[in-house]
């Protein structure tokens, strides 16, 4: 048995689109009350449970006489509109069965990316479960944009569980665990522990499944397994039908090994809850400030900005080749920088005032990537 599952009390389950409807749209209702029963039977015997799933468009197809998942973003978001409510609905209903009322939360890139609003976030999660409520979470597909969207449930469920400090994150799909190949492939083997990464040097992972109403693939559960288990979390693999042997503690799936230290939540989120809205050109010597002393970055050391951005805003710094080596919290807007580059904080002081004393991004609001 696996320890680390079956002493989790805080889980978040995440499941993909083609795990609950039908390969033409709309939802596999059976599909939906067995992993209902599942999830159900963990909450009223002492788990907390948050459930971040896929298939608001999925299943809105077959309502709106849609024959394939819409590739335009207009049709998406009315496909998500009719669906998003079948799906609750059905929650609901199903989670009635066992005592539970569910609470919808629906999320943007920027309810997780900006600061205030993940933890307004937080603070909604955290009230839902002490009330004995199960959160079920989906990305707001209604009103998201493609400037705007995680492009994945996955991603989205290993910020959530970061968010709620979970003990675990499992995430179902159609593949009951990762393989070195494709699970088709007879040459290829099932994994049933990830303990560094290392262990993934020799994968080939696959892209989306053949079910065609999904978005993420085993690239996208790879990732999250690597935000999960970097903030501490261990994270379980493995299809929707396996998911109450899994949640036993069953060596079912494949497990990822949690990072022995967690760090801060505020680096936490800087490093993978954020996107950066500009760049930061920096000199090889404040590469080497930066990654090997873990120094504050000063205007003397960038040679270029790129990028529209406010102070308070995360931004990459960039080596010569344009590859990030840290992001950090800059303390400029855009356009105050490039008067400023490669001066000295004494002599910027001496000539506009000792407001321009201070560091463009401070150590304490850096992460290295």
């Known amino acids: 048995m696996r320890e680390v599952v ?30 209902v029963d599942v999830l159900g039977g963990l909450a009223t015997s002492g788990h907390e449970v948050v459930l971040v799933s896929s298939g608001a468009i999925a299943a809105g197809l077959a309502p709106l006489r849609l024959r394939r998942r819409p590739r335009d973003l207009a049709t998406q978001q009315a496909a998500a509109s009719v669906g998003q409510g079948l799906l609750i609905g059905r929650y609901a209903t199903g989670f009635a ?37 199960l959160p079920i979470v989906n990305e707001n597909d209604t009103v998201a944009t493609e400037e705007i969207r995680f492009g994945d449930n996955d991603r989205l469920a ?17 593949v009951d665990a990762l393989y070195t190949g494709s699970p088709s492939d007879p040459a290829s083997e099932k ?36 935000i999960a288990t970097g903030f501490g979390i261990p994270v379980v693999l493995t299809s929707a039908p396996l998911a109450k042997p899994a949640l ?20 936490f989120w800087l490093a993978h809850a ?55 919290l800059v303390n400029y807007d855009a356009v105050e920088l490039p008067p400023l580059l490669g001066r000295s904080t004494p002599e910027l002081a001496a000539e506009l005032g000792p407001g321009y004393e201070r560091e463009v991004v401070h150590r304490d609001d850096l992460v290295l990537l």
């Not at 900006?114 to 933890?119: C, E, N, S, T, V």
């Not at 709620?164 to 159609?174: E, K, N």
């Not at 799936?253 to 760090?263: D, E, I, M, N, V």
């Open 274 to 328: 954020t996107a950066p809205r500009g760049r930061l050109h920096l000199d090889p010597g404040a590469v080497t400030a930066v990654v090997a002393r873990r120094k504050s970055l000063l205007p003397a050391g960038i040679t270029a900005v790129d990028g529209s951005f406010a102070a308070g805003d995360p931004v990459d710094l960039v080596d010569g080749d344009g590859a990030p080596v840290a992001r950090g």
């Open 6 to 35: 079956t002493a989790a009390r805080r889980v978040v389950v995440k499941v993909g689109s083609s795990s609950l409807t039908t390969a033409a749209g709309g939802l596999d209702e059976q599909r939906v009350d067995a992993l």
């Open 97 to 133: 069965r066992h005592g539970l009322t569910v609470g919808q939360v629906l999320l943007t890139v920027d309810d997780v990316t900006r600061r205030a609003h993940y933890r307004n976030a937080y603070r909604t999660l955290r009230k839902l479960l002490d009330l004995g409520a």
């Open 191 to 226: 994994i049933s522990n990830v303990t560094d990464e290392s262990d993934l040097s020799e994968i080939r992972i696959s892209a989306p499944g053949k079910s065609g109403v999904g978005t993420g693939g085993m690239v996208t559960k790879v990732e999250a397994a690597r």
């Open 158 to 174: 290993a910020l959530v569980a970061a968010l709620v400090h979970a003990d675990l994150l499992v995430l179902l799909s159609d």
């Open 248 to 267: 036993a503690g069953e060596e079912i799936g494949t497990l990822f090994q949690a990072a022995k230290t967690r760090p801060a939540a505020r680096l």
